[in-house]
Each structure stands twice: as structure tokens, then as C-alpha cells.
């Protein structure tokens, strides 16, 4: 089994620490390597097969030349089906021509539907605590699919195949967001950098950066790993949604009273928010952050839908599918707090779920290894359980 590419990958010969600390949201970073080590993440044949196999609507498959999004009409038919009614089907011969024509390949959250790039994907949800999207590019051509752009994401950009001109123009308004006060202007001059991407290599964008990327007249792959770090303003919405428990933030605001009505209730609501604001203010919303985010889905066909949950024996592998599970230590507990679900197990349960934190596959014989005083019978219900909450699967 090919090892899954993580954040120290990336970022290599940084270490993920100090990625976090000096380059994590502050400017663009490159990461040389070598050419085909992201090969087996995903190959033409693959991309080739989902263009086939699947029903792919407008906009998540879409192609874009010159700066404009080409009519999806004009390569692509709906087709009559007997249940679902109309769906898209690719034609071949017009999608093959634009491409030709020099527009580029959009395909959004590809780590869905090809596996390699879907572990890649809960890996680096994993070390990098946020939710994670990618998309693929892919072009043939000399010119840009989209003219010069800031994303509302941070991203990572790794080139598969070919490679990729890039010019990035800096930035003009600071961590700007989706949902903002003004838009950022435009930049002025020359870009600040500009450069080939090669094949193995992997480019950090944080978000509000100014780019624009061309083809370079050859075949080219890459995948944009989008994610969003978490935000004064997530944490004030959070906190809005917190407060609804409490009986005085869910009271009509006295609109018809006298002032000193309405300047008692502020003084009121100041208080209870002030309560709420104690040191551990952000280490509570990230850790409920973390908790809350959903496991990836992963059936575990076909004994996840037997009695027996597992296949039988020990000689097989299973993984966690909440990327950003925790484990809260009590007197003779451990609980296993992930997508939105808080399970408590004896503390005996302990070694098992900590390494199945990281979300790869492990060897059920191993695990048991790690737990010596669980007994066979014992494991397998363990597992089983959190089979039953979606949490586990076959790997």
C-alpha cells in the first residue's frame, strides 16, 4: 500500500511545526521535489474513468478559458433517464476539442471520488484541524483559465503531472473573507513572483493572495487543497450559538421601553458575554469545532450490514473516520469525542483508540498488540460499536 502524502510531506524540509508557526496564513511558500511523487494520487487513466462513470452537473465539472467559464451546453448533453429524470453525460468529441482549444479541466471535490486524493484529503484534515475540499486542474493549452483572482480559502497546490506557470501578486486587503465589509482592490504592476510550478512540487497560498496561473503548452495536472482556518468571526458566531441556552439572549429586546430599560438589558447582556469570555475561550471553540466536524463516509460493504459488523477473524484492517477525533481522559474512562458524539469505553480501550486517531488503516492483530488486556471478544465489540455510530469501516 503506497503511503498517503501528510502536511510534513508538503512541506518538507520544513517541519509541520514550524510550518504552523512561520508560514501557515502569513505569505506563499514553494516546496520543490522530486518528479512522479504524487503520480499514484491520481493518474489520466483515473480522471478518464470519472469523467466516465459519473454524473457530473454544472459547475462541479466545468471548463474555463481566457478568464470565462466555457457553456457547459456545448460540451455536455442531458440525457433521459428512467427514474432520475434528465442527467449530464460528457460528449467526447466537443470536450475533448476545447481542451484542445486551450481551456482547462475544473473538477470539484475530486478527493470524492477518487480514493487515493480521499485519503490524502482526511490526512491533511487530520494535521491540519480544518475541513478540506479538492479540486483538480487540468489544461493542455497556453492560456489561463481564470484571469487574476484572490480565493477566500487557504490552499495547498500540488503538481501531479506537467507543470504550471504562476505569478502571484500579493495581497491588498488582509485576510479578507467570503462574507466581508469591503472587497479587496485589485493589484497594481507586475506580479511580485513568477515562476514555473514542476511536476513534485507543492505551492502554500494563503487566502487573500492575488494569482493567476497558464498553461505553458503541454499536458498538466495539478490539485488545489482548499481549507479554512478558523476565525475570530467563526468564534464570535459560535459564541452566538452558545448563548441561546441561556434564557436572557433568547427575550424579545425591550424595542418599546423607556431608555434605561434598554441600557439595563446591555448592561445584562455585557455581563453574561463577559462570563463567557474566560481564557479558555479559544481552546473551547476549537476543541468544539473539532468535535462537531462530520466523519467521512465509508460504508465497510459488506459486513457492516451483517450481524457480525466485521469480517470474521482478525486478519483484516479497519480506520477512523473522523479526521479530527480527541480522547478525553476520566477516572478509569477514556471517551472518544468525534463527529458530534461523545462515547465513553473503559480506560482499558485506551491504546486501541489512540491509534486509530490518525484515520490510517490499521492491522486489527496490531491492534490488539496494543491492548493486551483486551481479549478478542472484547476488541471486536469495541470496533462494532463504533461501526454502529459511523465511525469506523474496513479499510
Given at each position: 500500500?503506497?503511503a498517503?502524502?501528510?502536511?510534513?510531506?508538503l512541506?518538507?524540509?520544513?517541519e509541520?511545526?514550524?510550518?504552523?508557526?512561520?508560514?501557515?496564513?502569513?505569505?506563499?511558500?514553494?516546496?520543490?521535489?522530486?518528479?512522479?511523487?504524487?503520480?499514484?494520487l491520481l493518474?489520466?487513466?483515473?480522471?478518464d474513468r470519472?469523467?466516465?462513470?459519473?454524473?457530473?452537473?454544472?459547475?462541479?465539472?466545468r471548463?474555463?478559458?481566457d478568464?470565462e467559464?466555457?457553456?457547459?451546453?456545448?460540451y455536455?448533453?442531458?440525457v433521459?433517464t428512467?427514474?432520475?429524470?434528465l442527467?449530464?453525460?460528457?460528449?467526447?468529441a466537443?470536450?475533448a476539442?476545447r481542451?484542445?482549444a486551450g481551456?482547462?479541466?475544473?473538477?470539484?471535490?475530486?478527493?470524492?471520488?477518487?480514493e487515493?486524493?480521499g485519503?490524502?484529503?482526511?490526512?491533511?484534515?487530520?494535521?491540519?484541524?480544518e475541513?478540506v475540499q479538492?479540486?483538480?486542474?487540468?489544461?493542455?493549452?497556453?492560456t489561463?483559465g481564470?484571469?487574476?483572482?484572490?480565493?477566500?480559502?487557504?490552499a495547498?497546490?500540488?503538481?501531479?503531472?506537467?507543470?504550471?506557470?504562476w505569478?502571484?501578486?500579493?495581497?491588498?486587503?488582509?485576510?479578507p473573507?467570503?462574507?466581508?465589509?469591503e472587497l479587496?482592490?485589485?493589484p497594481?504592476?507586475?506580479p511580485?513572483?513568477?515562476?514555473?510550478?514542476?511536476?513534485?512540487?507543492?505551492?502554500?497560498?494563503?487566502?487573500?493572495?492575488?494569482?493567476?496561473?497558464?498553461?505553458?503548452g503541454?499536458?498538466?495536472?495539478?490539485?488545489?487543497?482548499?481549507?479554512?482556518?478558523?476565525?475570530?468571526?467563526?468564534?464570535?458566531?459560535?459564541l452566538?450559538?452558545?448563548?441561546?441556552a441561556?434564557?436572557?439572549?433568547?427575550?424579545?429586546?425591550?424595542?418599546?421601553?423607556?431608555?434605561?430599560d434598554?441600557?439595563?438589558?446591555?448592561?445584562?447582556?455585557?455581563?453574561?458575554?463577559?462570563?463567557?469570555?474566560?481564557?479558555?475561550?479559544?481552546?473551547?471553540?476549537?476543541?468544539?469545532?473539532?468535535a462537531q466536524?462530520p466523519?467521512?463516509?465509508r460504508?465497510?460493504l459488506p459486513?457492516?450490514a451483517?450481524?457480525?459488523?466485521?469480517?470474521p477473524?482478525d486478519?483484516?484492517?479497519?480506520r477512523?473516520?473522523?479526521?479530527?477525533a480527541?480522547?478525553?481522559?476520566?477516572?478509569?474512562?477514556?471517551?472518544?469525542?468525534?463527529a458530534?458524539?461523545?462515547?465513553v469505553?473503559?480506560?482499558i480501550?485506551r491504546?486501541v483508540l489512540?491509534?486509530?486517531?490518525?484515520g490510517?488503516?490499521?492491522?486489527?492483530?496490531?491492534?490488539?498488540?496494543?491492548?493486551?488486556?483486551l481479549?478478542?471478544?472484547?476488541?471486536?465489540?469495541?470496533?462494532g460499536?463504533?461501526v454502529?455510530?459511523?465511525?469506523?469501516?474496513t479499510?
Amino acid at each position: 500500500m503506497t503511503a498517503v502524502p501528510g502536511l510534513a510531506d508538503l512541506v518538507a524540509p520544513l517541519e509541520a511545526g514550524q510550518f504552523h508557526s512561520d508560514v501557515l496564513g502569513r505569505a506563499p511558500r514553494r516546496f520543490t521535489g522530486r518528479p512522479g511523487r504524487f503520480a499514484s494520487l491520481l493518474r489520466w487513466t483515473d480522471l478518464d474513468r470519472v469523467l466516465r462513470q459519473h454524473r457530473l452537473d454544472f459547475p462541479r465539472l466545468r471548463l474555463a478559458l481566457d478568464g470565462e467559464v466555457v457553456p457547459a451546453h456545448s460540451y455536455t448533453e442531458m440525457v433521459q433517464t428512467r427514474r432520475t429524470g434528465l442527467v449530464p453525460r460528457v460528449l467526447s468529441a466537443p470536450f475533448a476539442e476545447r481542451l484542445r482549444a486551450g481551456a482547462t479541466l475544473v473538477l470539484d471535490s475530486v478527493n470524492e471520488l477518487v480514493e487515493p486524493v480521499g485519503d490524502l484529503a482526511a490526512r491533511l484534515e487530520h494535521d491540519l484541524r480544518e475541513r478540506v475540499q479538492v479540486n483538480l486542474y487540468a489544461g493542455w493549452g497556453t492560456t489561463h483559465g481564470f484571469d487574476v483572482h484572490w480565493d477566500d480559502h487557504d490552499a495547498f497546490i500540488i503538481q501531479i503531472a506537467g507543470r504550471k506557470r504562476w505569478r502571484l501578486h500579493g495581497i491588498t486587503r488582509p485576510a479578507p473573507l467570503q462574507r466581508d465589509v469591503e472587497l479587496p482592490p485589485r493589484p497594481e504592476g507586475e506580479p511580485l513572483e513568477d515562476f514555473l510550478l514542476e511536476d513534485g512540487d507543492v505551492l502554500y497560498v494563503p487566502r487573500g493572495h492575488w494569482h493567476d496561473v497558464s498553461a505553458v503548452g503541454e499536458e498538466s495536472l495539478h490539485l488545489t487543497i482548499g481549507f479554512n482556518p478558523a476565525t475570530g468571526v467563526d468564534l464570535v458566531a459560535w459564541l452566538a450559538d452558545q448563548v441561546r441556552a441561556d434564557e436572557l439572549f433568547r427575550e424579545d429586546l425591550p424595542r418599546f421601553a423607556g431608555p434605561g430599560d434598554r441600557t439595563k438589558r446591555a448592561a445584562q447582556l455585557r455581563q453574561q458575554i463577559a462570563e463567557l469570555m474566560t481564557d479558555d475561550l479559544v481552546d473551547r471553540f476549537l476543541s468544539d469545532r473539532d468535535a462537531q466536524a462530520p466523519a467521512h463516509p465509508r460504508i465497510g460493504l459488506p459486513w457492516s450490514a451483517t450481524a457480525g459488523l466485521l469480517p470474521p477473524g482478525d486478519d483484516f484492517a479497519v480506520r477512523l473516520l473522523a479526521p479530527r477525533a480527541a480522547l478525553e481522559d476520566g477516572e478509569g474512562t477514556v471517551a472518544l469525542v468525534a463527529a458530534g458524539k461523545r462515547l465513553v469505553f473503559a480506560a482499558i480501550a485506551r491504546p486501541v483508540l489512540a491509534a486509530l486517531l490518525d484515520g490510517s488503516p490499521h492491522d486489527v492483530r496490531v491492534l490488539a498488540e496494543a491492548a493486551p488486556s483486551l481479549d478478542g471478544v472484547t476488541l471486536r465489540a469495541l470496533l462494532g460499536e463504533l461501526v454502529t455510530q459511523g465511525l469506523l469501516s474496513t479499510a
